[in-house]
Structures are given as structure tokens and as C-alpha cells.
């Protein structure tokens, strides 16, 4: 498998809430780590943050799911 893959759906299109999923967690870590660097103290993982790259994975699921349905 190479990498460009993991971002792509079944039919070869980029998948956006992949992409955007993967965007958000490297600033995130990138954000956390200046943080940490300059506070001194290690940073939690902000919930909304979790539940915006959930909700986005899933909607992208769910249309999946629901075209497949429609087939």
C-alpha cells in the first residue's frame, strides 16, 4: 500500500475528511509541541478537537455507506 492510498476512497477520489483529519492532527501536534516547549508542561489533547476529526471521518462513512445502499 503506499501512502497516497490511505487518502483515497474506493473509487480513487482524495477523501476530505481523511485529508482534512490528517491536517488537523499534525497542526495539532505541531501546536502542541511549541506549547509544551514554551509552558514547560505537557498539553492535553482538546476533546472538541477529537470529536471534529471523528465527526468528519464519519460523515464521510456514512456517505459511503449510503452509496452503497443506493446501488
Not at 26 to 47: G, H, Q, R, S
Not at 52 to 63: F, V
Amino acid at each position: 500500500m503506499k501512502v497516497g492510498e490511505i487518502f483515497r476512497e474506493k473509487e480513487g477520489k482524495l477523501s476530505f475528511g481523511r485529508v482534512i483529519g490528517t491536517v488537523l492532527v499534525f497542526f495539532y501536534l505541531v501546536w502542541a509541541t511549541y506549547l509544551t516547549w514554551e509552558t514547560k508542561k505537557l498539553i492535553d489533547i482538546p476533546t472538541n478537537l477529537a470529536l471534529l476529526i471523528g465527526t468528519l471521518y464519519g460523515a464521510n462513512k456514512l456517505r459511503e455507506a449510503a452509496r452503497d445502499i443506493a446501488k
